[in-house]
């Protein structure tokens, strides 16, 4: 049965490389099951049922993708869009999480159309390089100021904006010292470093009192405060049509770049060099965000993680249905998952802002066209708490500068439109 469902043979592997390969998947992406119930709990979302939808959502994804697409790959929700989800859409911007659910549901239909009618590559190949790697680069930095913040590194200061917090407080120490494990520990190809650093830590603070045992396994808690409780009407809002395209923009880019990547690094493409199958591996996805967002949790997407198991030996779809199973096995955990600190997750969002900042080494620096919208696009996004303001003054200053420049063969009509909705958008909406 497993020969016919992922045709083992053909893949060149086996049941137990598969095995071992899913096991190395989830291991390197477990952290998600601890950190994105603690960022999305920050907007008064039920901390254990965003546990459980955080779960149920990398379940129903990965099978997915594994049974229908016959990929290697895994899926959860995304580090970077669930910070915007609750300290730009509901912290800053003011909506409810329920409206930022709806919003994140409209995002996935989207790109499911998006994927059926094929102008997945139209809308990828129009946008540039450059803005691609500042797009990347500026979710790390504001990933980073999360993590910052989070551990009491970096405070707000009514002189400078921020500041240096007390960095000799045994939070900001373990925090540190969590961090520098990970980097450590990754270093050395340590298979789960996220995970060992952030319950190193945890350990720790029980150690030293900070936080209290509670147990390990117990029943799954309730899904019931977050399960259908998104507010489509809501996101239908005028306002709201940045944020559904900065999380359609955000998670279009991430998956086509971690399958693409993925498929590199497991020799998974063909003669062409195109992906077999691209169209069901782009619909899993959207179909895993907006189940995800019926169940109570941000964008789902697939994980670059996945590339840990592929390098395990991982190449068809049982590899993904293994992740799956232990995502639902971790359903029991909620007792640890609930008593680790801010402190213990914030070495893992700090360590996957350094891993996507890496890409604006593939900027061109000698154009200074090129490089300056990248470097406006990752700026912005932290300096305005916002993914999708950083978008749009990073399509701004792209066309912006290429028209003054004269380098009109570097801009194309898509680039030019979506560059004058969003000045439109600043001019108008924001205003008002």
Known sequence: MLERLFQLQAHGTTIRKEVVAGMTTFLTMAYVIVVNPSILSSTGMDFGAVFVATCIAAVIGTLIMGLWANYP???APGMGLNAFFSFTVVGSMGYTWEVALGAVFISGFLFFLLSIFKVREW??????????????????????????????????????LVGLGDVRTAESLLFFAGFVLICALSFRQVTGAVMIGIIAVTVVAMMLGLVEYNGLISAPPSIAPTFMQLDLAGAFNVGMISVIFAFLFVDLFDTSGTLVGAAQ?????DKDGKLPRLGRALMSDSVATMSGAALGTSTTTSYIESTAGISAGGRTGLTAVVVAVLFLACLLLSPIASVIPPYATAPALLFVACLMTSGLKLVDWDDITDSAPAVVTALMMPLTFSIAHGIALGFITFVALKALAGKWSDLNWSVTIIAIVFVLKFMFLDAA
Request: proline share 4%; glycine share 14%; no cysteine.
């Open 73 to 75: 790959i895994a899926l």
């Open 123 to 160: 809308i990828i190949n129009s946008i540039p390089m450059s803005l691609r790697f500042g797009i990347s680069a500026g979710i790390g930095f504001f990933l980073a100021l999360i993590a910052l913040k989070n551990a009491g590194v970096v405070v707000d200061n009514p002189a400078t």
């Open 265 to 269: 690094r497991g020799g998974l493409l």
